[in-house]
């Protein structure tokens, strides 16, 4: 096993940051989508909000207990 660099480090943290914003931002949209179909406003918005964060959360938690894992995704 060779050596990490210090580029390599960073491209995984802008991976992991990445994940993250992915998550909530698709839930947030998705939430507000549907708000604006059914009316339900802010609650379509809050509950996607949350899944999203928890999708994000679980797409971190995956990366970090398996790093060097790149069929997983």
């Known amino acids: 096993m060779r050596p990490v660099s210090k ?3 960073a491209g995984r943290g802008l991976a992991i940051g990445c994940d993250m914003v992915a998550g909530v931002g698709v839930g947030a949209l998705i939430g507000w ?3 604006k179909v059914t009316g339900w406003s ?3 918005f809050l509950v996607f909000f949350v899944l999203g964060a928890a ?3 679980r797409m971190v ?3 970090m207990m ?3 894992d790149k ?3």
């Open 7 to 9: 580029f390599q480090g």
């Open 42 to 44: 802010p609650w379509c």
């Open 71 to 73: 069929e997983r995704h």
């Open 55 to 57: 999708a994000g959360f």
């Open 33 to 35: 989508w549907l708000d």
């Open 66 to 68: 398996n790093p060097d």
């Open 61 to 63: 938690y995956a990366k």
